[in-house]
């Protein structure tokens, strides 16, 4: 879709109406002659990009797919073929999950998606309709909200590994409260919830400029004519912005799943999916699977079913949360 | 990204790299008689690695030496300043006593065995280079490295000459060898002399048994689970520290041929038991609990008055905890007198594919000889692999040293075959779940059990 040329298309129908009917064959010859010089310009403009897609997403996907069939160290003796082994070795481990890292891993991704996903959603909404009510110094809050966003995770994980310290800034607080607060992140319980909160603070800015963006295009119409027939602030906001603002909460919420699941950088760098396996995600699985254990194959296996599962919740989420855009 | 994570990890644990450069993530064979070697006099053959299969094919002579002159690429990790300053001065001296050999010194920074392992796959490795014994056993059965065998039989280097505990994790189960351990540790118990003389306590002696260790861990402890509060012990948990109570008290991690895992057994669990009645006694605390990134750590913040570490705390402590007063004890002994412990060693070794395998080979033979040995000695960084370095003048001095170099005799490598890093991982958590009362000894070591055995089976 992208790569068509919508809008000189609907020009050169425009201009076609104004045209008379009798000439209809040979505009249409030299529209689509147009047309078509237009579309390689296009794909001569995308090929650079096109370029890399293929060769660092599509021939990498395919061959991690390919990879999921043999068994192979890569560098280390030659790949046989084992067929559905992987696979099968991987789901005879849900006999005994608990027992299993691969599924420890997804149990993990689970619950921190769908709490980080709802979490940034909510803040990254209130971060938006914040700014779009402030009059003076807007600019200045939109910077710092967005801050999180353009910092590097490493350096936010850096920042959070002080402050979730047992003697950091977070327990301090919570000492003036009189709270003993626990070890963060060497706590079974505490760990993951103190790697959504991070991982929440650091996404949401990003979120909210998808909704700030989309409160600006709301027709200002209807939420005028909710407001003379009576409609209070809270009624204005439910009934109308936040239907109206459907598609674009079906767009965070699809990529906040998407980046969640594939939450890899603070697990290998805070936790390093510590302790007993609590903050295990399965990018980090992978990894370790591949790079320390040598099974490129089983990993690239688990990869390809944590990519099923991620595509079959997005298309999901898109009946639930966007049913009018299936068309 | 994951380049970025990789490159600042020696910048939050600067203390870790420290611990990693001196002991990498394991050392050698569990369950390997120490004395396996003495039989065998044959020049430059070891007696055999049961866990690690021979490669198809490999050198079986030593190349003559080369005329006019070449470069060696030579690769090894990043440690700390002044020890990378002497590994640069080594190859220096190596260089000036061997006018048609040039080194070309690339240290690779960040996680080590990965970027090895892309090096392999893209056939970019280095001609000589660090090997850790987790790399040895794929290194090795795929003939990805030069066999030393033939160089050291020419050049009159015994591997006998080598702690057996220390070459066995670079020796395949024909006995060829394929690194040389260029230096190593052991664990010693690190005590505060200061707070021992304000407990009043006599200190350990060399023949202290685990109650001792017990009784003394209860007299140091001073407001446990308070902010304030100082431990009698700093313990890890790690198989890296809790290995040698495994082994002292009959247990082991695998069976003889390496398929099976028997650490879940009798001996196993006892073990297991005794590492956490310090924690069900409130003796000891997880460095973590305090604050601190590793033992040393805490150790040095002096938030407990003993801890279970190598000889890679000694510079350590020295350079961020100078004020810490403290001496090195033997680890203490079972009630009938029993005694283990673990080697942390890495070996120099060259790649099966080098151009110049003669010039490879002289330059393991200078790293890992005596001169280069005693340098790294005096500097108080690592113990000699030499046999012939056990009286070295710096030991007469430094008595601490001496306390972890005697190990040697009763030490075991903390290296357990193909699946060495699972092992180690899926055991550290068994420890772990036990020290935070979420299992038993006996289910968490089943459990664990059952995930390596399973682990062993499919590869």
Same mark, same amino acid.
């Given at each position: 879709?992208?790569?068509?040329?919508?809008?000189?298309?609907?020009?050169?129908?425009?201009?076609?109406?104004?045209?008379?009917?009798?000439?209809?064959?040979?505009?249409?010859?030299?529209?689509?002659?147009?047309?078509?010089?237009?579309?390689?310009?296009?794909?001569?403009?995308?090929?650079?990009?096109?370029?890399?897609?293929?060769?660092?997403?599509?021939?990498?996907?395919?061959?991690?797919?390919?990879?999921?069939?043999?068994?192979?160290?890569?560098?280390?003796?030659?790949?046989?073929?084992?067929?559905?082994?992987?696979?099968?070795?991987?789901?005879?481990?849900?006999?005994?999950?608990?027992?299993?890292?691969?599924?420890?891993?997804?149990?993990?991704?689970?619950?921190?998606?769908?709490?980080?996903?709802?979490?940034?959603?909510?803040?990254?909404?209130?971060?938006?309709?914040?700014?779009?009510?402030?009059?003076?110094?807007?600019?200045?809050?939109?910077?710092?909200?967005?801050?999180?966003?353009?910092?590097?995770?490493?350096?936010?994980?850096?920042?959070?590994?002080?402050?979730?310290?047992?003697?950091?800034?977070?327990?301090?607080?919570?000492?003036?409260?009189?709270?003993?607060?626990?070890?963060?992140?060497?706590?079974?319980?505490?760990?993951?919830?103190?790697?959504?909160?991070?991982?929440?603070?650091?996404?949401?800015?990003?979120?909210?400029?998808?909704?700030?963006?989309?409160?600006?295009?709301?027709?200002?119409?209807?939420?005028?004519?909710?407001?003379?027939?009576?409609?209070?602030?809270?009624?204005?906001?439910?009934?109308?912005?936040?239907?109206?603002?459907?598609?674009?909460?079906?767009?965070?919420?699809?990529?906040?799943?998407?980046?969640?699941?594939?939450?890899?950088?603070?697990?290998?760098?805070?936790?390093?999916?510590?302790?007993?396996?609590?903050?295990?995600?399965?990018?980090?699985?992978?990894?370790?699977?591949?790079?320390?254990?040598?099974?490129?194959?089983?990993?690239?296996?688990?990869?390809?079913?944590?990519?099923?599962?991620?595509?079959?919740?997005?298309?999901?989420?898109?009946?639930?949360?966007?049913?009018?855009?299936?068309? | 990204?994951?380049?970025?994570?990789?490159?600042?990890?020696?910048?939050?644990?600067?203390?870790?790299?420290?611990?990693?450069?001196?002991?990498?993530?394991?050392?050698?064979?569990?369950?390997?008689?120490?004395?396996?070697?003495?039989?065998?006099?044959?020049?430059?053959?070891?007696?055999?690695?049961?866990? !690690?299969?021979?490669?198809?094919?490999?050198?079986?002579?030593?190349?003559?030496?080369?005329?006019?002159?070449?470069?060696?690429?030579?690769?090894?990790?990043?440690?700390?300043?002044?020890?990378?300053?002497?590994?640069?001065?080594?190859?220096?001296?190596?260089?000036?006593?061997?006018?048609?050999?040039?080194?070309?010194?690339?240290?690779?920074?960040?996680?080590?065995?990965?970027?090895?392992?892309?090096?392999?796959?893209?056939?970019?490795?280095?001609?000589?280079?660090?090997?850790?014994?987790?790399?040895?056993?794929?290194?090795?059965?795929?003939?990805?490295?030069?066999?030393?065998?033939?160089?050291?039989?020419?050049?009159?280097?015994?591997?006998?000459?080598?702690?057996?505990?220390?070459?066995?994790?670079?020796?395949?189960?024909?006995?060829?060898?394929?690194?040389?351990?260029?230096?190593?540790?052991?664990?010693?118990?690190?005590?505060?002399?200061?707070?021992?003389?304000?407990?009043?306590?006599?200190?350990?002696?060399?023949?202290?048994?685990?109650?001792?260790?017990?009784?003394?861990?209860?007299?140091?402890?001073?407001?446990?689970?308070?902010?304030?509060?100082?431990?009698?012990?700093?313990?890890?948990?790690?198989?890296?520290?809790?290995?040698?109570?495994?082994?002292?008290?009959?247990?082991?991690?695998?069976?003889?041929?390496?398929?099976?895992?028997?650490?879940?057994?009798?001996?196993?669990?006892?073990?297991?038991?005794?590492?956490?009645?310090?924690?069900?006694?409130?003796?000891?605390?997880?460095?973590?609990?305090?604050?601190?990134?590793?033992?040393?750590?805490?150790?040095?913040?002096?938030?407990?008055?003993?801890?279970?570490?190598?000889?890679?705390?000694?510079?350590?402590?020295?350079?961020?905890?100078?004020?810490?007063?403290?001496?090195?004890?033997?680890?203490?002994?079972?009630?009938?007198?029993?005694?283990?412990?673990?080697?942390?060693?890495?070996?120099?070794?060259?790649?099966?594919?080098?151009?110049?395998?003669?010039?490879?080979?002289?330059?393991?033979?200078?790293?890992?000889?005596?001169?280069?040995?005693?340098?790294?000695?005096?500097?108080?960084?690592?113990?000699?692999?030499?046999?012939?370095?056990?009286?070295?003048?710096?030991?007469?001095?430094?008595?601490?040293?001496?306390?972890?170099?005697?190990?040697?005799?009763?030490?075991?490598?903390?290296?357990?075959?193909?699946?060495?890093?699972? !092992?180690?991982?899926?055991?550290?958590?068994?420890?772990?779940?036990?020290?935070?009362?979420?299992?038993?000894?006996?289910?968490?070591?089943?459990?664990?059990?059952?995930?390596?055995?399973?682990?062993?089976?499919?590869?």
């Amino acid at each position: 879709m992208a790569t068509q040329p919508a809008g000189p298309s609907i020009a050169s129908a425009q201009a076609g109406l104004v045209k008379e009917g009798g000439a209809l064959p040979g505009r249409k010859r030299r529209g689509s002659a147009k047309q078509r010089s237009e579309t390689l310009a296009a794909y001569l403009f995308l090929t650079p990009y096109l370029f890399v897609l293929c060769l660092f997403f599509f021939f990498v996907s395919l061959y991690g797919i390919g990879l999921s069939f043999f068994r192979i160290d890569l560098g280390f003796g030659a790949a046989t073929f084992v067929g559905f082994k992987n696979y099968i070795q991987l789901f005879n481990q849900l006999a005994n999950p608990g027992l299993s890292d691969f599924w420890t891993s997804m149990w993990n991704i689970l619950k921190f998606t769908v709490c980080v996903v709802i979490g940034q959603t909510i803040l990254a909404l209130l971060l938006a309709l914040l700014l779009q009510t402030i009059k003076t110094g807007k600019s200045a809050f939109r910077t710092m909200f967005y801050v999180p966003a353009v910092t590097s995770s490493v350096a936010t994980s850096l920042i959070f590994l002080w402050l979730y310290n047992p003697n950091g800034l977070i327990n301090y607080v919570l000492s003036l409260a009189g709270i003993h607060g626990p070890d963060w992140l060497n706590n079974v319980f505490w760990a993951l919830p103190a790697l959504m909160l991070l991982n929440i603070w650091s996404t949401a800015a990003t979120f909210m400029i998808y909704f700030l963006a989309a409160l600006q295009d709301l027709p200002t119409d209807v939420l005028e004519a909710a407001q003379v027939d009576g409609a209070g602030p809270w009624q204005s906001f439910s009934l109308i912005t936040v239907p109206l603002l459907r598609p674009t909460i079906f767009l965070v919420v699809a990529l906040g799943t998407i980046g969640a699941f594939q939450m890899f950088d603070q697990a290998k760098f805070m936790t390093n999916g510590q302790p007993l396996n609590s903050t295990l995600t399965p990018m980090l699985e992978i990894y370790n699977e591949a790079f320390n254990n040598g099974g490129f194959g089983q990993a690239s296996a688990m990869s390809v079913i944590l990519f099923l599962i991620i595509f079959v919740i997005t298309i999901l989420q898109r009946r639930m949360i966007d049913p009018g855009a299936q068309r | 990204m994951k380049r970025k994570i990789t490159s600042f990890i020696p910048v939050v644990l600067v203390l870790g790299m420290l611990l990693l450069a001196a002991c990498g993530t394991d050392g050698g064979t569990g369950n390997t008689d120490m004395h396996g070697n003495n039989g065998v006099n044959q020049q430059g053959i070891a007696s055999g690695n049961s866990y !690690i299969n021979c490669p198809g094919s490999t050198n079986t002579t030593a190349a003559s030496a080369e005329s006019g002159t070449v470069t060696l690429t030579v690769s090894g990790w990043t440690s700390t300043p002044a020890e990378d300053a002497l590994v640069q001065k080594n190859l220096q001296n190596f260089e000036a006593s061997h006018p048609t050999i040039k080194v070309k010194w690339s240290p690779i920074s960040g996680d080590y065995t990965t970027k090895m392992r892309a090096n392999v796959a893209s056939n970019s490795v280095p001609d000589v280079f660090y090997l850790q014994p987790s790399m040895s056993s794929a290194y090795i059965s795929a003939g990805k490295l030069l066999n030393l065998s033939p160089y050291m039989a020419q050049d009159n280097v015994k591997a006998s000459d080598y702690y057996a505990a220390l070459s066995n994790p670079f020796v395949c189960n024909a006995g060829q060898v394929f690194g040389l351990p260029k230096d190593w540790n052991s664990l010693g118990v690190f005590y505060n002399t200061q707070m021992f003389k304000d407990a009043g306590l006599a200190a350990p002696t060399a023949n202290w048994t685990w109650s001792d260790l017990q009784k003394d861990a209860k007299a140091l402890t001073k407001n446990a689970g308070k902010s304030d509060a100082t431990y009698g012990l700093i313990l890890s948990a790690d198989l890296s520290r809790f290995g040698p109570f495994l082994l002292a008290n009959g247990g082991s991690i695998l069976n003889k041929d390496g398929s099976q895992v028997i650490f879940n057994k009798q001996a196993g669990v006892d073990a297991l038991n005794y590492y956490d009645s310090f924690f069900k006694n409130n003796t000891a605390t997880l460095p973590t609990t305090v604050g601190a990134t590793w033992n040393g750590d805490a150790f040095g913040k002096q938030k407990g008055a003993m801890t279970i570490e190598g000889g890679w705390l000694i510079p350590s402590l020295q350079s961020t905890y100078p004020e810490v007063k403290y001496d090195i004890a033997p680890l203490p002994r079972t009630a009938s007198g029993k005694q283990a412990n673990l080697t942390f060693t890495n070996a120099w070794a060259a790649s099966s594919s080098t151009q110049h395998p003669e010039a490879a080979w002289e330059l393991i033979k200078y790293m890992t000889g005596s001169t280069v040995q005693e340098s790294q000695l005096n500097a108080g960084f690592a113990l000699p692999t030499l046999k012939s370095l056990a009286n070295a003048p710096y030991f007469a001095t430094h008595p601490g040293f001496k306390t972890l170099f005697d190990a040697a005799s009763y030490s075991y490598a903390d290296y357990y075959g193909a699946q060495d890093s699972t !092992i180690h991982t899926v055991l550290s958590n068994a420890i772990d779940a036990v020290i935070l009362n979420k299992q038993n000894a006996q289910s968490a070591l089943d459990d664990a059990a059952a995930k390596i055995n399973n682990q062993l089976q499919s590869s």
